[in-house]
């Protein structure tokens, strides 16, 4: 952890009051997935856009599994400012542990199920605001380094399993 702390250090030496502002609202896009959510929602209204709305929805349901359900209990990691109380945090702490980042994950997980559903444009817009979102993580001290990478491979297994499993289940035929 005292490389992982010393990254962390670092990113705060960057802290500026425009990123103090910009940072936490990055970050919050992720909040329960809510983007990735809505973004799934409308995919499953429009008949055109169905298959990848499905697959999005599968993603997400293998990452939330994955992700909440069995890797952060049983990691049980405490956040870096649990360990570093000297940090003047820019969000209110969190009752989770760290280990994988969630929010990298679930954001990570719909850029490949977009990548996989063939959605030649919005993969690469969902890329871009995954990679803000997973820097904002540490840059607001809430995770580690590593507790981010973790999150990019859920995320990417995430993605891949949810396709896989909508192709193997044919629900899309038809839409």
């Known amino acids: 952890m005292g490389l992982e702390l010393q990254i962390l250090n670092y990113i705060q030496t960057l802290r500026t009051p425009f990123g103090d502002f910009i940072m936490p609202l990055i970050s919050s896009l992720g909040n329960a997935g809510i983007l990735w959510i809505l973004l799934t929602i409308v995919m499953l209204i429009r008949p055109k856009t169905r298959k990848t709305g499905w697959i999005l929805l599968a993603a997400l349901l293998v990452d939330l599994i ?11 990691r405490v956040r870096p400012y649990n360990v570093n109380r000297t940090v003047t945090l820019l969000v209110a ?10 929010h990298t994950a679930a954001s990570f997980a719909c850029v490949i199920a977009l990548y996989l559903a063939g959605e030649k444009w ?3 817009i969902a890329l871009v605001i995954s990679i ?5 993580r ?6 580690y380094p590593t507790d981010v990478l973790g999150g990019v491979i859920v995320g990417i297994f995430s993605g891949i399993i949810g396709y896989l499993i909508i192709k193997k289940a044919k629900i899309t035929k038809g839409c």
């Open 138 to 143: 540490m840059y607001l001290y809430v995770h």
């Open 66 to 76: 994955i992700c909440n359900l069995c890797l952060k209990p049983l990691v049980a």
């Open 122 to 124: 919005l993969w690469k």
């Open 132 to 136: 803000l979102i997973a820097f904002s």
């Open 93 to 102: 702490p969190l009752k989770d542990y760290s280990f994988p980042s969630g």
